[in-house]
């Protein structure tokens, strides 16, 4: 069976990666990683199957195991090899070997082959599941490949660079960019328009922010999307659900395929997938690892808990957005929107209290077992659904367009090198916008334990029941 490989290389790694080409004072430099496995048993667009490496933990050489060093060669004992094969042996990661070519081509050599070849093989016996190798020249340029027997190696044609800056790189991109976007590439250019072309985007929730997204991703050039939405359309979706008309009130019609509809009707290159279930739900986790960027648009905090844990555990960023609106009792307003993004570096939600632990536990109780909810319920030991919120269509709606620009400044370094904000609040009442500074709790495991980055898959998944 035909298995395409792919690669998610995390923005603190890529640095670690990056820093050797200046360690060697123009001779090449080497070092060693672990990578984590996510297998899709189908690609929710092509059908294929896929097997992702999520980047976990950089290991460098030390200077006393370098044997010989010059531009066009390194050598080091394979005592760190040895340990390192071991290791991934023992907990399911992958190995990989990193080396520079700071005056040559990011292309494997003939020598390169041979000397991987044997390593490969030490890997093999050693127990493990096959062997990654990276070379990187001095423009920063990478290639990748994945030796899965003694004597085979597949490319990896596909590298996700992960991070506060999204980037591809991906020879064998077979989507072009659009041909309706001359406007947008007159302001970012040919690279950063082939990249949103390229990128597989999921978005989770198609409510009021999740309807606006979705369109606006398709009208930047996003090709490959997949929604997960299961509600249907009544009456007080119209005021803020893109794409509905009365007449899907009356008819109950789903939000998945008012959004099919949207995305046929406007013509012009998405393939979008839908998938009627919760996030977090059998059959959902698949889908999620294969995206290369999650729109987080539910207002649930089960949905959000998943999600918040998925991103640490496989790599992928996260963009989330939430909204609180009320009128105080002095007949004023208070009215915020925030854009939250999870990527290897910036705090997590929980860490920004934007998800209710208690809340998370019964929303997903409900979804396991509506029955036994509803008796802890009239038992008063859960709290249940509380007051319908307000909803704005064009608060919900400019929340959306916050959320398109973080991934826009992540592709096109709009904002600066830093790309992303790790959350921005606007309050349309204050007509600010502010950037709070939040500091990862001590112990938090989606912040702070160095097991669950990159870690992919296990089981259970995630290490939680969903």
């Given at each position: ?85 071991g290791e991934a042996a023992r907990e399911g990661w ?215 844990r998925f991103s640490r555990f496989y790599g992928i960023p996260v963009i989330d ?146």
């Amino acid at each position: 069976m035909k298995i395409d490989f792919d690669l998610i290389l995390q923005a603190s790694h890529e640095m670690q990666i990056k820093s050797l080409l200046g360690s060697g004072d123009g001779h090449e430099a080497a070092a060693t990683l672990f990578f984590g496995v996510s297998d899709i048993d189908a690609d929710p667009w092509s059908g294929v199957r896929r097997r992702r490496f999520v980047s976990h933990a950089f290991q460098p050489i030390a200077g006393s195991e370098v044997v010989d060093t010059s531009p066009i060669h390194i050598t080091w004992t394979t005592d760190s090899l040895m340990h390192l094969f071991g290791e991934a042996a023992r907990e399911g990661w992958i190995p990989a070997i990193v080396h520079t070519h700071p005056g040559g081509m990011a292309e494997f050599s003939d020598q390169d082959s041979r000397n991987e070849a044997e390593l490969a093989r030490t890997a093999h016996l050693k127990g493990t599941q096959g062997l990654i190798s990276i070379v990187i020249n001095g423009d920063g340029v990478m290639a990748a490949r994945i030796w899965i027997t003694r004597d085979q190696f597949e490319p990896i044609n596909r590298i996700l660079h992960a991070g506060p800056r999204i980037a591809l790189t991906s020879p064998e991109a077979n989507i072009a960019h659009p041909d309706f976007f001359d406007r947008q590439q007159r302001l970012f250019g040919d690279t950063a328009n082939r990249t949103i072309s390229n990128l597989r985007v999921g978005v989770v929730g198609g409510g009021g922010t999740g309807s606006a997204v979705l369109p606006l991703l398709m009208r930047h050039g996003v090709q490959q999307a997949i929604l997960f939405e299961r509600d249907e359309v009544d009456l007080s979706s119209l005021n803020r659900l893109h794409g509905s008309r009365r007449k899907d009130a009356e008819d109950r019609t789903t939000k998945a395929e008012i959004h099919q509809r949207t995305v046929h009707d406007a013509d012009i290159g998405m393939k979008l997938v839908t998938i009627d279930a919760f996030v977090g739900d059998p059959g959902t986790v698949d889908a999620l690892k294969a995206c290369d960027v999650v729109f987080s648009c539910t207002d649930d905090h089960a949905g959000r808990r998943v999600l918040n844990r998925f991103s640490r555990f496989y790599g992928i960023p996260v963009i989330d957005v939430g909204l609180a609106m009320q009128r105080r009792a002095d007949n004023g307003f208070d009215l915020f929107a925030r854009v939250s993004t999870l990527v290897d570096g910036h705090p997590c939600l929980l860490c920004g209290r934007h998800i209710d632990p208690r809340r998370a536990h019964e929303e997903a109780l409900k979804r396991r077992d509506p029955i036994g909810f509803e008796a802890l319920k009239q038992e008063a030991y859960v709290l249940g659904e509380g007051d319908l919120t307000p909803a704005v269509a064009a608060f919900t709606t400019e929340a959306a367009c916050m959320a398109i620009g973080e991934l826009l400044a992540a592709v096109t370094g709009f904002h600066g090198k830093s790309g992303m904000h790790a959350t921005r609040i606007r309050r349309f009442h204050a007509s600010d916008d502010r950037f709070p500074g939040v500091t990862p709790t001590s112990g938090c495991p989606a912040c702070y334990d160095p097991n669950t980055l990159g870690r992919a898959d296990v089981e259970p998944c995630l290490n939680m029941v969903l």
